[in-house]
């Protein structure tokens, strides 16, 4: 059962990653670049620029965080009353 239970979680985050965690990454990528293309800005604009082009990924994978690790939660205890074989 938790082989199935690893298999399945694994499809998830999987299957996250490929439909959205890669295009925000790819995103977040051409966002900074694009930072980068404003010759009159300070290196200190750049940054802040920068910084806000990775705000989405980094509230997307905190958020995928947080839900797992309630599930990890909710599972432990589910588990922790079952019966031993």
Partial sequence: MELQVQEAVDSVVKSLEGKNIWKMQSLMFRCS?????????????VLQCTERCHVPLAQAQALMTSKFKKFQDHLARCCSNLPTI
């Avoid at 670049?33 to 604009?45: E, K, T, V």
């Fill in 33 to 45: 670049a694009s930072c980068c293309n404003d010759s009159q800005a300070s290196m200190q604009q």
